[in-house]
């Protein structure tokens, strides 16, 4: 499959604003005023559809300054052309719109006008026409334009989530702060205990299971004299359940990663209600079952490829009873930022993939993941843009520059806020250089040298948070001494290793690892029980 190339990576800049003399030939007679109004200063577009397909243009609003709006010209590079829908780079053959000058539009409602266009309790579709306000950007197109879908983000939507109310959101049950970074509590910051939550994407098996058994090996110990623990968010296609059920036995939290890890972004972005249920409610189901995990604890999850679903994805975690997701960003700041509730407005903005962030109120956590910075050294450096996920980090390439990064970044944490600091990895990363897990156990047992540092689960974070204790009562903090130090041995020696197959994966067998009863078909999405379908 050909892949779809970095725009700016990809971009001859050959003529930004000092435009070559070809260029300026094609503009001649051109009224850039009216060409660029009302379009968006980021949004590429042809001036024709006659000449090379390379070639896009933005509007420059010539500074801060403001003055005439120019045209900038940019290229992409040879054998590459520019798809004008997806704004991006990519090569000639995968590009079927050569013969469009722009992106499609979308019809808008009008919302700001000088005198009211409906009644009370009403807003004007594109056209005028006036709707109960419930009805936009309820998923459904109410409006003949359907513009009443068409601007629905989290500054837009017109039934957004009201602005964080300390009076009205108070702990255990709900926790916001105007820009994030406030601590729970009102603790200060020298007693807040530095949480480190250490979490890896994808299945469990054989691939990784002593990576997992080495890292957290049981006696590595925290503060109060519990194991170090982590979160898995586990897939479901080639995971191992009785390792799975293993890792839950010692206290580690089991959390979901979807059933069938799609590899289309857009099915993720754009899931339906019943989309994300049938993933993620459907792969704690086969979690619960083969895995034997019956303590209802199986109450986060993270969307592939971070492709946060909106609201849609919320109102399932909701109704489904999912008390956090830990799928969006937030930007590298001064100041990290601490997990918050979604009754109010999220206090960041939506960067994450595809910007699809939630608008409305809902009754979920959500476990941010503050970007990390990568400079090599921070006080010489130029500012790069974080990365989420520690094998985001692209200029990682040895162990001591992995060293450095995890270092630096706990000491942003610790020395500002102690927000907890998330490490999030995909295990195949770690192993890929065993310099990489020697120097993550380095820096797990340098930190457990410290008194006031803890490796805790995403769940054991809303914990404390929902109940803040400062540092000198935690060793008697008893929502942290479940499963603390667990001995003894696995629940089964040698799981079934049952030879399955599905009509929804014709020409497929599959293994199921499992210290329970083998079922009759390999769950999948429409029989997660594998029990057989429902017709």
């Known amino acids: 499959m050909a892949r779809v190339l970095p725009v700016l990576g990809l971009f001859v800049l050959c003529c930004a604003l000092a435009a070559s003399q ?23 577009f042809r001036l024709d559809t006659e ?33 004008i829908t997806r704004q991006t780079c990519d090569w000639k053959t995968n590009v079927k719109n050569c013969d469009q000058n722009e992106k499609p539009r979308k019809a808008k409602p009008i919302f700001k006008t000088d005198e009211p266009i409906c009644p009370e309790g009403k807003l004007s579709c594109g056209d005028g026409e006036c709707l109960d306000k419930e009805l936009f950007c309820d998923g459904k197109a109410n409006c003949k334009d359907e513009s009443d879908e068409n601007a629905c983000s989290v500054d837009d939507d017109p039934n ?13 049950d709900c926790f916001c702060s105007a820009d994030g970074t406030r601590i729970p509590g009102g603790i200060e910051p020298q007693q807040v205990p530095q949480m480190i939550t250490i979490t890896f994407n994808g299945a469990v098996n054989v691939d990784n ?47 979901v990663f979807s059933l069938t890890h799609k590899d289309d972004p857009n099915y993720w972005t754009s899931g339906t209600y019943d989309d994300w249920l049938a993933e993620m409610a459907g792969a704690r189901l086969i979690i619960e079952r083969f895995a034997n995990i019956t303590d209802g604890s199986i109450i986060g999850m993270r969307a592939p490829y971070l492709r946060v679903g909106g609201n ?37 903005k939506c960067n994450g993939n595809a910007h699809n962030c939630p608008s409305r109120s809902h009754p979920v956590w959500e476990m941010v993941m503050n970007e990390l ?21 692209s200029n990682i390439a040895s162990g001591d520059q992995f060293g450095r990064l995890l270092r630096h970044n706990f000491n942003r944490h610790y020395n500002s806020n102690r927000a907890p600091l998330g490490l999030h990895f995909h295990a195949s990363w770690l ?11 380095k820096f797990i047992e340098e930190m457990l040298g410290r008194n006031d540092v803890f490796f805790v689960t995403n769940l054991q974070v809303i914990q404390w948070m929902q109940n803040p204790v400062e540092l000198n009562a935690l060793r008697d903090f008893q929502e942290w001494k479940e499963k603390c130090d667990v001995k003894g041995q696995p629940y089964c020696s040698l799981p079934n290793a049952c030879p399955l197959t599905t009509r929804e994966l014709p020409g497929e067998t599959l293994r199921l690892f499992t210290c329970m009863e083998c079922p009759n078909n390999y769950p999948w999405i429409l029989d997660p029980t594998g029990d057989g379908f429902s017709v």
């Open 51 to 83: 000449s090379d397909c390379r070639e896009v243009y933005r509007c420059d609003n010539a500074g801060e300054n403001g003055g005439a709006p120019r045209l900038a010209s940019i290229k992409c590079s040879g054998g590459l052309a520019f798809d």
């Open 431 to 441: 192993k890929s250089k065993k310099e990489y897990k020697d120097e993550l156990i």
């Open 22 to 44: 070809e260029t300026r030939d094609k503009l001649e007679g051109i009224d850039v005023e009216e060409v660029c109004q009302d379009r968006p200063g980021d949004e590429y």
């Open 312 to 348: 849609k994805q919320f109102e399932m975690m909701a109704d489904q009873f999912f008390v956090y997701d830990a799928s969006i960003t937030a930007s590298l700041g001064r100041v990290p930022i601490w997990p918050y509730t979604l009754y109010f407005r999220m206090p960041h």
């Open 160 to 172: 957004r989530a009201p602005e964080c109310d300390p009076t009205q959101c108070a702990l255990p």
């Open 373 to 393: 910075d990568r400079r090599d050294d921070p006080t010489f450096d130029e500012s790069l843009p974080g990365c989420h996920m520690v094998d985001s980090c």
């Open 209 to 255: 299971i002593d990576l997992y058994e080495e890292i957290f090996n049981g006696n590595r110990q925290n503060p109060n004299g519990c194991s170090i623990k982590g979160t898995f968010f586990v897939s479901h296609k080639y995971t191992n359940y009785s390792a799975v059920q293993d890792l839950h036995r010692k206290g580690h939290e089991i959390s």
